[in-house]
């Protein structure tokens, strides 16, 4: 029998795998699209697709395992991805591939079940260590992917959505097989108390970050090709930016360390914006250039976001919760409005766009530094414990 250990090590590989395969698409996903007679506004519908499908389906899937229990709904989640990646590959029209792409959203809402699974596998001073090893696992996959996307397409367009399939099916198949049998280490504590609520600013800030990043996310494979650059190209730009997301890592414990948690917000959201203005000027450089800038700026931004929020509320899950679906929303709009913009006015005007999104969000956070409105909102009952 496998210990917790073993199976926390197998569920961590099949995050690996299952982000690799979806990574592995998206220097591809154009070439497919403009296949199938679509242009940059089907390729942001499509993103948005899979973005919706797996907002809609994550809270779901959480609801489930609760009552089935994870092993059944990691099996269900990582063969539908695998169904949807497959989908995409057999697809000879747009109707089979939005329904394809929705098909592999629905199985990526599992993700947040694997990372339970992880952290029920852990003893509780291995808690949050492991759940650093579940964000590097999928920040393993998503610098893989790309080059592996990017190499199979020499070969062929459509065979990285193959690949993608048997990836995201060898996952289902080893990680239940093997997590079937094991106990967990430990049982996890209940959160207990009312915590209060999220500041609205970050909320705010982190939908008009997503807006923006998700730009360069929907139409990075869409705007190399419109430079001339082939997808393994585009899949080195994307693990070069998963490089620099990685690296970005050591910048935030550094800033962590000597500045206010608004001012890193700020450092983050001004970051991305150049990087986005950047790569708003059409040339295979300046591409590189700002789609690496852009991604090292979008980790500070969000780290200390993420830092503020969790210090502003007791109940860090509902705060949390909060704040994903802010970033959902904002991943839904952004793709969708610039694509518009990308098609009617070409790729600067929509890159300028989204750095001005950044923007607008850093000058939020300068504002409301100046003027004080950063603490968080207090509850009612907090209120009323005041005036008492």
Known sequence: MAGPRAVRYVLLTAAVLHMMGFSAVVPVTSTLVKSLGGDSVVQGLLASAFTLAQLVSAPLWGWASD??????IIAV????????????YLARDLPTAFVARAVSGLGGGTLPVIQAAVLELSRPEERAASMAQFGAALGIGFVAGPLLGGALSILSPRDPFLAAAVLSATAAL???AVYESAPTAAPQPKAEGRGAGVNPLYLVVFFLLNASYAQLEAFISFYGGDLGLRPMYVGIAMSLASAAAVTAQTVVKRLEKERP???DIAIGLAVMAAGLATAAVPTPYTYFTGVVVSAAGQVIATAF???AVATSANRVGLAFGEMQAA???GRLAGPVDEGLLYKTL???PSFLEGAGLA???LLLIIGATRLNLTPTLPTLSQDKREKA
């Not at 989640?77 to 695998?82: E, F, I, N, R, Y």
């Open 67 to 72: 009552r089935l229990g994870r092993r059944v």
């Open 77 to 88: 989640g990582l063969g539908l991805a695998a169904i949807g990646h497959a989908g995409l």
């Open 174 to 176: 080893w990680s239940t």
């Open 261 to 263: 948690t608004d001012s």
């Open 305 to 307: 976001i993420s830092k």
């Open 327 to 329: 970033g959902s929303l």
């Open 346 to 348: 070409g790729p600067t």
């Open 359 to 361: 923007a607008m969000g």
